[in-house]
């Protein structure tokens, strides 16, 4: 078991897919998943072959376990979706128990494995920057295996404080059954050599939450920025608070192997019904996503009635989750599936209410002559983000081709007067066409 979770510590941060949209997020939330499930089987027989050794529950499993059961319960009553996320976080909790079955002495071992895993992704972002390896986003020159500089600089700094505990104080870290002076030079070599690294690449990132993280010198960069979007930063969190956790003398109660003995058989059938459960419907999410992107490459191709059929095939999985209901909405209203649009759209407007969203609402209702409706959705996804052009652009050629001239023009002056933070040739288009208005 302790084999895994080391392997996992070490490749997950280096994974993403190709083939599943949003590749280097749900690439790694699927390796997990998988991983964490076959490490949970191999507990689950462990458990019920060998002899239990003595559970103990400290002060922060006692709440750990009222904040998980306050997200459940909180999400069950807000009626919020089955998510991507919400996996993640079942997994995260069984991550947890099986990281507290870990004898101290072996933790060593899992904080080398961590470290090793930031040391991979600071090479690799080392090469992104030297331009032999390609970034994961169209814009940003290092992103590492994530989907851009912040999560990834905020994933080298929730690694640093175990690199640097390894610098400091390598003589006194244990590495599975190596005695205190065992392969002292070699780890304080590493960890230099880590240090190093890991400081060459948060320079050139631009992250300063990172660098936040990194003088604090704790794992708290999640808390500033990507909150729940970066699997890997969990994972270390989780891993220091298991390993705190099994320093804790603030012991609230105990179990003895011999009392456990009637209540394992017990839990291992409640283990066993709940794998039996999530591995289908793992398997099922996983062809969802991949149906996903194939729908969002021909739509970006053009292909905007050919998409929709890969994007009805994952509905059924991802009828919940706000960023594919934008995609498919958006999809079918270039469609000219006006209609239905609507109705895919209003469902993305509850679950992850954003621009897109209501710019493709104002062109569906546009298409249908419901100016009204038309024109409130311009407007909401104006207010988002009243710095922007596009959305005000609309609501200009809106009243442009309703005869609403007075609107019009006034929105149009407003548009050529507004201060251009990026210039883009969009921008130009958007301003001559506005002089246009004005002149007509």
């Excluded at 060593?108 to 992104?128: D, E, H, K, P, T």
Aim: aromatic share 14%; proline share 4%; with cysteine.
């Amino acid at each position: 078991m302790i084999k895994l979770i080391v392997l996992l510590l070490i490749i997950l941060p280096s994974v993403y897919s190709n083939e599943l949209m949003f590749g280097t997020i749900s690439g790694k939330m699927f390796v997990f998943l998988y991983v964490v499930l076959v490490i949970a089987i191999l507990g689950l027989i462990k458990a019920v072959v060998q002899p239990v050794r003595n559970l103990r529950f400290c002060k922060i499993d006692f709440l750990l376990l009222i904040w998980v059961v306050y997200v459940l319960l909180n999400g069950w009553f807000q009626q919020m979706p089955m998510s991507g996320r919400l996996f993640e976080l079942l997994g995260l909790v069984v991550f947890y128990i099986l990281l507290r079955q870990v004898e101290p002495a072996r933790y060593g071992l899992l904080l080398l494995a961590m470290a090793i895993g930031g040391v991979v992704q600071a090479v690799y972002g080392n090469l992104q920057l030297w331009g032999y390896c390609s970034s994961h986003h169209p814009v940003f020159k290092i992103t590492g295996c994530f989907f851009n500089p912040g999560p990834y600089a905020g994933y080298l700094a929730s690694v640093f404080p175990a690199v640097l505990g390894f610098f400091l104080f390598s003589p006194k870290l244990r590495i599975a059954n190596n005695t205190a002076g065992q392969l002292q030079g070699a780890k304080r070599l590493f960890s230099g050599f880590a240090l190093f690294l890991l400081l060459l690449i948060l320079l050139p990132a631009q992250s300063r939450a990172a660098w936040m993280a990194v003088a604090v010198a704790v794992a708290v960069f999640a808390f500033f920025s990507y909150p729940a979007q970066v699997l890997p930063i969990k994972m270390s969190v989780i891993l220091y608070l298991a390993f705190i956790t099994s320093l804790s003398a603030n012991q609230l109660w105990s179990v003895s192997s011999k009392q456990f003995i009637p209540v394992k058989y017990v839990v291992a059938l409640l283990l066993a019904i709940g794998l039996m459960v999530t591995v289908p419907c793992l398997k099922k999410s996983r062809i969802a996503w991949k149906s996903w992107k194939e729908a969002h490459h021909l739509y970006t191709l053009g292909g905007y009635t050919g998409c929709l059929p890969h994007y009805e095939k994952a509905w059924p999985i991802l009828k919940t989750d706000g960023d594919y209901l934008t995609n498919y909405g958006k999809a079918l209203s270039m469609a000219n599936e006006h209609q239905q649009a609507i109705e895919v759209l209003r469902q993305a407007v509850f679950y992850y209410p954003n621009i897109v969203v209501y710019t493709a609402l104002g062109d569906s209702y546009k298409a249908l002559g419901k100016t009204v409706e038309a024109e409130q959705a311009y407007l909401t996804a104006y207010y988002m983000n009243p710095s922007r052009f596009y959305a005000q652009y609309l609501l200009a050629k809106l009243y442009d081709e309703t005869g609403q001239t007075e609107k019009a023009t006034d929105i149009a002056n407003e548009l050529l007067q507004k201060e251009v933070k990026i210039p883009s040739v969009a921008i130009k288009e958007i301003k001559e066409e506005m002089r246009k208005i004005i002149e007509n």
